[in-house]
């Protein structure tokens, strides 16, 4: 199956693609609108005081991470176009961007690529995140919280989802091969291999203790 293309390009961005100028241009016309894999974010967002631009670089990077892997582009307005990074923040951007992510770095692995271009004199910033194994929190006034990405907006996972993603932080089920004892005519496991959970406790009743498979 093809890749859509904002996961094609965010790919590039992980194989140690800068995009130039007219590589950025292109990447909006392939990507008008926002998916799965892509968000916009004009850069008046970095000089907006009722916004706290480092909580919502840290609310993408850990959705993407939670998620399917995405690409965060700061400095480009869907409607009026390439706006860029305000120019009292452009210079050190990628610095300050690292920066805001600071506190997330140990759950992720490989680390986000943060490059950023040049479009018509207007710096513009991508922050691309891969898909972390481990789920990705973010503090939100002192509670943790897990977004996720879905579809073109993230979400905040509810409570009772959490002990469901929970199960990427730990094996669901860990198989060893044990060939089962003849007993008798009766013994419903003659002739059987049985696979046993090892996982001593996975906190979850969906989890089964034992499966079975007849072999022939």
């Known amino acids: 199956m093809r890749l859509s293309p904002s996961k094609e390009w965010l790919d590039q961005f992980f194989a140690g693609v800068v995009p130039s100028e007219a590589e950025l241009k292109k990447l909006v016309a392939d990507c008008p609108k926002e998916d799965q894999h892509l968000d916009y974010k004009a850069g008046k967002l970095l000089s907006d005081p009722k916004q706290d631009p480092a909580a919502t670089i840290r609310e993408y990077v850990a959705a993407f991470s939670n998620s399917d892997s995405g690409t965060l582009i700061v400095g480009y307005d869907q409607t009026a176009g390439f706006d860029g990074i305000p120019s009292a923040k452009a210079g050190g951007i990628e610095e300050w961007a690292t920066r805001c992510i600071h506190d997330l770095a140990p759950f992720l692995s490989p680390p986000p690529r943060i490059p950023s271009a040049n479009v018509g004199g207007a710096t513009v910033l991508l922050i691309a995140t891969a898909r972390e194994p481990r789920l990705v929190p973010v503090i939100v006034k002192g509670e943790l919280i897990y977004f996720l990405r879905i579809g073109e907006s993230n979400y905040a996972a509810p409570p009772f989802l959490l002990s469901d ?13 044990h060939s089962a004892a003849v007993v008798g005519p009766k013994d ?21 203790k034992m499966l079975t498979r007849s072999f022939s």
């Open 165 to 177: 993603l929970g199960r990427r932080n730990h094996p669901i089920l860990k198989l060893r091969l």
């Open 188 to 208: 419903h496991t003659a002739g059987r291999h049985v696979f046993v959970n090892s996982q001593e406790a996975t906190g979850h009743a969906s989890c089964p």
